[in-house]
Each structure stands twice: as C-alpha cells, then as structure tokens.
C-alpha cells in the first residue's frame, strides 16, 4: 500500500504543477496579438468604396456580374455581386453579397437594396460584414424571407436537403427512436 505521507506529496505536486501550467497559460494568452474583424479594421474611405461599389453594382449589374472596389492607399479590396431581382410593392429590389478583404483575410454581408423615390438604392436589409468561419468559408446566406423560392445558386437553405431529415430504427438501450 501506499504510504499517506506519498499521496500527500504526489497530490502537493499535482497542485503546483497544474498552478505553475495556469500561470503559464494566463501569461501566454495575455501576450498573444488579436487582430481586429475584417469590420473593423476598414476606414471611412474603404467603406465609401464598397458603398459606391454597392450602388454601381445594383444599378448597372446582371445576376451574377461582379463588381470590385480597391482602396490601393489602405490594401482593403473586394466585391459586390447582385443575386436576385425582384419586386417589393412595385419598386424594383435587388439582393446583394458583398465581401471585403484587408490583411488576408474576408468579411461577408448579404442585403437587399430598394430603389427610392429619387432613384438612388435604399439598403432595406443588410446583415453587417461577418468574417468567414474557420475554413474560409461564408456564413449562412441571410433570408429576409424564409419562403421565397429556392435559388439553385445559394444550394438548400434547409440542412437536411431536398428529401428531409433521414429517418432510421435503431435500438439502444430499449428505447426505439
């Protein structure tokens, strides 16, 4: 058998070695740099591009024709791509996908945009600028509408696809599910 005074002593340095681990963790992380979101990190002038980018794009683009903006003096680049066109209430709407990149990396928004009674676009929806996910792919495409009909180009918005949520009988502990 093992002594008291031995499991006293290992259980004293199980204590100081997970107490010396967390301080060394807390001083770590303390010094790792976080760089800002794409969001933030995009100054007036950037985001007067991809604003100009957004009407130009919304007045003078098919679907699916892509117009870019670059800011050379800040490096920020990115696009704006009209995915659909439709009509809200008799004025012509159009649904947008804009992306901005700084610093290698790429921030996402999806919006909608109505024509005014001046004729300039109206941004009615717009879900802000979200960096990509790990992976460097898009969030979720924001759906001002959940029933409006499937776009072949976005894939299913649902995430069982086309044929639902499979279904099996499986038995586990007694229980049918």
């Known amino acids: 058998m093992i002594g008291v005074e031995r499991v006293v002593r290992l259980s004293q340095a199980f204590l100081r070695f997970l107490l010396i681990g967390g301080l060394l963790a807390a001083v770590l992380s303390g010094c790792a740099a976080t760089k800002p979101s794409v969001r933030e990190a995009l100054v007036e002038s950037d985001r007067m591009a991809l604003r100009q980018a957004t009407q130009d794009a919304l007045e003078n683009n098919k679907v699916g024709e892509a117009t870019s903006w670059a800011n050379e003096t800040t490096g920020a680049r990115g696009t704006v791509l009209p995915t659909r066109t439709f009509e809200d209430y008799g004025r012509p709407c159009r649904e947008f996908q804009q ?3 700084t610093e290698m990396r790429t921030a996402f928004a999806y919006g909608t945009g109505c024509r005014d009674g001046a004729g300039s676009w109206e941004i009615i929806r717009y879900s802000g ?3 990509a996910e790990p992976g460097g ?3 979720p495409r924001y759906y001002a509408d959940p029933w409006d009909p499937w776009d072949p180009w976005w894939g299913y918005r649902y995430p069982y696809g086309p044929y639902g949520p499979r279904f099996g009988l499986g038995l586990s502990f007694g229980h049918v599910f």
């Open 99 to 101: 992306s901005a990149s």
């Open 137 to 139: 792919r898009p969030r």
């Open 129 to 131: 600028l979200m960096d």
